[in-house]
């Protein structure tokens, strides 16, 4: 049995949706430009890769990661993504996401309880790599911090509801 068996469609839905959550969540925090929106895009893949290679075959990273590979994979992430932040304001899609993060977490935990520390490690890592991607702030590149206090906040929000903020 994969680790991917031991998840029905709609568990396996909802995890694909993790590195893009863990990632709105710290972009609609601080809202930069074109070019930063890319940036942290390109991170929130980055981090997905760095994870899976790392944690190798067998993990929930790496199992997401390859399902990522697919344009299926890809279409059930963004579907569900946008399921979850329809409708709502940039505030509201924030907590919607970080609800749904604690949520898949939770989820996690009744069916490899054993997976779900490592899963909040690896949403808390895209979000963190997401934020430090762009600089905020500054003019062309130039000023600016690289991690914005809204995208801090927005971290330390997501630790709480996912139960790391005292670690």
């Known amino acids: 049995m994969t680790l991917r068996d031991k998840f029905s469609d709609e568990e396996w839905n909802k995890l694909l949706e993790v590195p893009l959550l863990a990632g709105f969540v710290v972009t609609a925090a601080d809202p930069g430009g074109l070019i930063g ?36 994979g890809r279409r059930v992430a963004r579907d569900g993504v946008r399921s979850v932040l329809k409708g709502k304001r940039r505030n509201e ?14 989820m996690v935990e009744g069916v490899e309880p054993n997976r779900a520390a490592i899963l909040r490690n690896f949403i808390i890592k ?3 790599e997401t934020a430090e991607a762009a600089t ?32």
């Open 93 to 106: 899609a924030s907590q919607a996401a970080v609800n749904r993060l604690a949520e898949i977490v939770k």
């Open 136 to 167: 905020e702030g500054g003019l062309f590149g130039l000023g600016g911090e690289q991690v914005s206090d809204a995208e801090r906040k927005s971290i330390e929000e997501l630790k709480t509801a996912l139960g790391l903020a005292a670690l």
């Open 126 to 128: 895209t979000a963190t």
């Open 37 to 72: 929106a890319f940036q942290e895009n390109a991170a929130i893949v980055n981090s997905l890769k760095t994870s899976a290679d790392a944690g190798g075959d067998g993990t929930l990273e790496y199992a997401i990661a390859e399902a990522y590979k697919t344009s299926e």
